[in-house]
């Protein structure tokens, strides 16, 4: 069955440093869509990526996905305080219309 | 264009009452998912309904767990003789068409005491 798992589970950079998060996951999907969770809140969406492309990008976010290695990355460019958050990754797999979680990866922006 | 609405927003409930938690999709949605998130940990799919149709159940407990989205009004989860373990954040999540992004609401903060 697909799970997703996303690394690291935590991270802790300066304000203006590029933070990198990676999700993979074990089956076949049909698209992969990036969160953010404030601590208490619900989840913002960033990105969604579909199997068949390769790269997105939403202001400071670059999203790229590798099919083959059944991997994603999430990367922000200049960090901000604000960027400090839980960020997840949701799989569709194929012939499934839910979204599959792994744990997140905590990012902490110091200043 | 109002996001996805969740109420409560917190609920307190002691053991053996009923919980129901109610979400009312983006204007336009007429697919609703439900997922549970325990502390620390990523969110678990429940259900995943259409108006009128559950299309997948697959992640609700077979007990004493159900859900509905009727053709007029919000879609309804409903927990009977909530348990101390059913403590969790539930989120309700839209989208228009079944393979598109999905979008959350605030979620129900369940307190079972």
């Known amino acids: 069955s697909q799970q997703g798992e996303e690394d690291p589970q935590a991270l802790s950079i300066q304000e203006g440093e590029n933070a990198t998060m990676n999700c993979s996951y074990k089956?076949?999907?049909?698209?992969l869509q990036w969160y953010r969770q404030n601590s208490g809140r619900g989840l913002v969406h960033l990105i969604l990526?579909?199997?068949?492309?390769r790269e997105k990008h939403s202001g400071r976010l670059r999203v790229t996905l590798d099919t083959s290695k059944k991997s994603s990355s999430l990367l922000i460019t200049a960090s901000r305080a604000a960027d400090t958050a839980s960020y997840f990754c949701g799989l569709e797999d194929q012939g499934a219309q839910k979204l599959v979680f792994g744990q997140g990866t905590r990012l902490t922006i110091n200043p | 264009n109002a996001g996805v609405m969740q109420n409560p927003r917190h609920l307190v409930r002691r053991r053996g009452q009923e919980a129901r938690l109610r979400c009312s999709p983006m204007?336009?949605?007429?697919?609703v998912y439900w997922y549970r998130q325990l502390p620390e940990e990523g969110l678990k799919f429940m259900v995943y309904l259409q108006k009128e149709n559950i299309i997948d159940e697959s992640g609700m407990p077979k007990e004493r767990f159900s859900a509905e989205f009727p053709k007029e009004g919000p879609s309804i989860l409903r927990i009977q003789q909530v348990v101390r373990g059913d403590s969790a954040a539930y989120f309700c999540?839209?989208?228009?068409?079944?393979?598109?992004?999905?979008?959350f609401g605030p979620g129900t903060r369940l307190t079972v005491l």
């Open positions: 204007k336009g949605h007429s697919h």
């Open positions: 089956t076949s999907i049909n698209n």
């Open positions: 999540a839209s989208s228009p068409t079944g393979r598109d992004t999905q979008y």
């Open positions: 990526i579909r199997s068949n492309e």
